[in-house]
């Protein structure tokens, strides 16, 4: 007779859930990072997330969603799947998995409601060098970053880190800070044209001693992909 199935029987590996977010500021590509309030590796940074609840997550998407609440206060227009992590080294604790989410959103202000952290704020690429950051949340970072750039050269995902109201020099200047290099102006107008994602207003401001066009993106539309990448 076949022994029932007993999920004790097994040894069962830690399961998080952790969140990359990007965004631009001052010309700069930043990650949302947290600063760890318990151990292991307390008072270092890292992504915001955590474990899955079962009392009260439906999916990973929600446990996702949840931590960027409690820990940062940030809530995403959307967030993308990028890959699971798995080791048995990443995590003292243990053989561990998790599920990391990414996304671009728009610069605004950051807090952290739940006494795991301590600090929540902006990071600049730049400068994760220089920072404590823990378990291989750095190499994570690295691999969102690459799925980013790689997104920005055949989608319209750029313009979720733009204002309501935006101009042709906004976009393209974000493009150009997620992928570290410059694009064709005309190639990017012929793009935004294609997508039908936009809606140029009745106004035009001030942007290099001339007059820019005003867009917004169309209510309820879904961003546009491209068989082909932006020409440089």
């Not at 220089?130 to 750095?138: E, G, I, P, T």
Request: proline share 4%; with cysteine; charged share 25%.
């Amino acid at each position: 007779m076949t022994k029932p199935y007993n999920i004790n029987d097994f040894k069962n590996p830690l399961f998080t859930v952790d969140s990359v977010l990007f965004t631009v500021k001052e010309g700069r590509l930043q990650v949302l990072m947290v600063r760890r309030a318990n151990e292991p590796f307390i008072h270092q940074w890292g992504l915001p997330g955590g474990f899955v609840d079962v009392d009260i997550d439906q999916s990973t998407d929600e446990t996702a969603l949840r931590k960027l609440k409690e820990k940062t206060s940030v809530a995403p227009q959307y967030l993308e799947q990028l890959q699971a992590f798995s080791s048995a080294y990443r995590d003292p604790r243990g053989f561990s998995v998790t599920l990391v989410y990414y996304a671009l959103v728009a610069e605004q202000e950051v807090s952290c409601h739940i006494d795991t952290v301590d600090d929540a704020k902006w990071v600049d690429l730049e400068e994760l060098d220089d920072l404590a950051v823990a378990f291989d949340h750095r190499f994570i970072i690295e691999q969102a970053q690459h799925r980013l750039q790689q997104k920005a050269l055949y989608s319209m995902v750029p313009v979720y880190c733009l204002p309501e109201l935006f101009t042709i020099a906004q976009l393209k200047s974000v493009i150009e800070v997620i992928i570290g290099k410059e694009i064709q102006r005309k190639s990017l107008i012929r793009r935004i044209d294609a997508s039908e994602m936009f809606e140029a207003l009745d106004e035009k401001v001030k942007s290099g001693g001339r007059l820019a066009q005003v867009y917004k993106v169309k209510p309820d539309v879904d961003i546009a992909h491209f068989e082909r990448n932006l020409s440089m």
